[in-house]
């Protein structure tokens, strides 16, 4: 259904170009301060701001003067946004104009308003008439009813001591902004080299757009209590991505977490996708790994790595999905091998990506025999077969997790307690070569 309703007195609210300067947290949250210019009468005064957000958090909402004496009284957020049907419903009993597809006049005091169908009582022959929903082309009123806005919209009740323009900072947060990180790497297992270029990942979803931006993003597990939020302002998104000679992010620690400040102002338009480069592409030193947990399946493929200068990256790594490729040497192309998820890591610390199960490496876990020396005691033989069905050499580290008070006997290979419950094996495997892991436990409970 398609028509118009035509509003003869229009409304106006005030809409401010503000300088904006936008922070991004992980959680989906942003705080936004803005320096504008508000013209104010002498006297008090309500005034309208909608140039805001649909997500703003009003119980946060900091005014603070930069000139002249601006008494605050008070705040109210307005969100009864006008529509075809909260109109009519103010409508009720009063007279409205419809025009049909058909070109038929209609002329008369509403009486209901649904889904389907419009009913009015003639001015003319004082008749009900029904009218289609679907049959309708125009809608005429007299006004826009009061208290309906056409934005979100801030109403102020302040008092000026002049008339005149007043500086202001006016911060609040909103959520609808978030932002991620996605490491995209090309590994070389051949010279042990993982190559690494990053993206921040910007979604707006405040229903507002913030042109020439100031942008900061946080990156760590900032405390925000969350709330249900009902307003909505989402749509398709348009994608924009940075090229060569783009602005990069300076990082320096905030508080207790890490703060990335872009070079250059940004525009963050809503309901867009914007992608930037957190750092330039670097290139790190990093190993295979291969990793089979007792009692489990599989054998998993990692990428191993330390987060240090030495090795070629010793900064902070906000969360973020790694997708990790490698170049197939038959046409030179990249081929995807696998995706993992970093957690916030600071420097010199180790990462290890999964990038999978390795096809070719096969483990099993078997308990050979257990006994029960007593009410709290047991004793278990266990034996992990490892097989390297590949055609290189393989080193497989055997993670083995325990618990109460035990002890290891008669362990066919050395062993690191990596802490109170749980202890590595680790065996280099030539191609082709089987080998059976043993060793005895005995546990306390």
């Not at 529509?83 to 070109?103: A, F, P, Q, R, V």
């Not at 007593?374 to 325990?402: A, C, W």
Request: aromatic share 10%.
């Amino acid at each position: 259904m398609k028509f118009k309703i035509i509003i003869l007195v229009v409304f106006l609210i005030t809409c401010l170009n503000a300088k904006d300067q936008v922070t991004i947290y992980n959680e989906n949250f942003s705080l936004v301060r803005s320096s504008i210019d508000i013209t104010l009468s002498k006297g008090i005064q309500s005034y309208f701001m909608d140039n805001i957000p649909s997500t703003i958090e009003a119980n946060s909402v900091i005014i603070k003067p930069l000139k002249g004496n601006i008494e605050i009284f008070s705040q109210n957020y307005e969100y009864d946004l006008a529509n075809t049907s909260k109109i009519l419903e103010k409508y009720i009993g009063k007279d409205i104009e419809i025009i049909s597809k058909d070109d038929i006049k209609f002329l008369g005091k509403l009486q209901f308003n649904d889904s389907s169908t419009i009913g009015i009582i003639e001015n003319n022959t004082n008749k009900l008439i029904l009218i289609q929903r679907d049959e309708i082309r125009n809608i005429s009123l007299a006004e826009l009813p009061k208290n309906f806005f056409l934005k979100p919209t801030l109403h102020w009740r302040l008092n000026a001591p002049k008339a005149g323009k007043f500086p202001i900072d006016f911060s609040y947060m909103c959520t609808g902004m978030k932002w991620d990180v996605t490491y995209n790497t090309i590994w070389n297992e051949d010279i042990g080299k993982l190559e690494i270029n990053s993206w921040v990942t910007i979604i707006n979803r405040t229903g507002k757009a913030f042109l020439d931006t100031k942008l900061k993003l946080i990156a760590g597990d900032v405390q925000k209590i969350h709330q249900q939020i009902d307003r909505r302002a989402y749509a398709k998104f348009a994608v924009e991505s940075t090229t060569g000679g783009a602005p990069d992010f300076e990082e320096k620690a905030f508080h207790d977490f890490h703060m990335y400040t872009l070079s250059e102002n940004v525009n963050i338009n809503n309901n867009q996708t914007k992608q930037l480069r957190l750092f330039p592409t670097k290139t790190v030193n990093a190993e295979s790994r291969y990793e089979y947990i007792t009692g489990s399946t599989d054998v998993q493929s990692k990428i191993k790595f330390i987060n240090s200068k030495k090795d070629g990256l010793g900064i902070p790594l906000p969360k973020g999905v790694v997708k990790i490729y490698k170049k197939d040497d038959a046409d030179n192309e990249l081929e995807f091998i696998g995706e993992d998820y970093l957690d916030h890591t600071a420097k010199d610390e180790e990462v290890f990506i999964t990038t999978g199960n390795a096809f070719d490496l096969v483990a099993k876990t078997i308990t050979v025999e257990r006994l029960k020396l007593s009410n709290k005691i047991i004793e278990r033989e266990m034996k992990v077969t490892l097989k390297n069905r590949s055609r290189k050499t393989k080193t497989i580290t055997v993670i083995h997790n325990l618990y109460g008070n035990w002890s290891i006997m008669k362990n066919s290979l050395s062993f690191i307690k990596k802490s109170a419950t749980q202890i590595e094996f680790e065996k280099e495997l030539k191609p082709d070569e089987v080998y059976e892991l043993t060793w005895t436990e005995r546990i306390e409970s």
